[in-house]
Nanobody, 123 residues
Framework: QVQLVESGGGLVQAGGSLTLSCAAS????????MGWFRQAPGKARIMVAT????????YYLDSVNGRFTISRDNVKNMVHLQMNSLKPEDTAVYYC????????????????WGQGTQVTVSS
């Protein structure tokens, strides 16, 4: 059974940091694009960061660029999202995702989703 399981969410004050992790199991994801999306209450799910299977190409939502860093460990089948200088507007459920290419990820043609982890940033 293929699964993506997120961890690391929680409550943090504005200006603080959190690191989200996504553990993939069931098969290797070393050739997949991986990404993080988020969904705030009443809003659509949007892409926050993506990373090429090689780790050599990354993309960030403008509002998080310079504050968030996506990384992956293909040996451990994991992807991480380091979030610094968090703002209240970063509050959302964060989802890990896997897709066969960066282009498909950006088109939200996602093969696998995690169950989500809540991030709450207080002001």
């Amino acid at each position: 059974q293929v699964q993506l399981v997120e961890s690391g969410g929680g409550l943090v004050q504005a200006g603080g940091s959190l690191t989200l992790s996504c553990a993939a199991s069931g098969r290797t994801f070393s050739r997949d694009a991986m990404g993080w999306f988020r969904q705030a209450p009443g809003k659509a799910r949007i892409m926050v960061a993506t990373i090429h299977w090689s780790g050599g190409g990354t993309y960030y939502l403008d509002s998080v660029n310079g504050r968030f860093t996506i990384s992956r460990d293909n040996v451990k089948n994991m992807v991480h999202l380091q979030m610094n200088s968090l703002k209240p507007e970063d509050t959302a459920v964060y989802y890990c995702a896997a897709a066969s290419s960066l282009a498909k990820m950006q088109a939200k043609v996602v093969d696998y989703w995690g169950q989500g982890t809540q991030v709450t940033v207080s002001s």
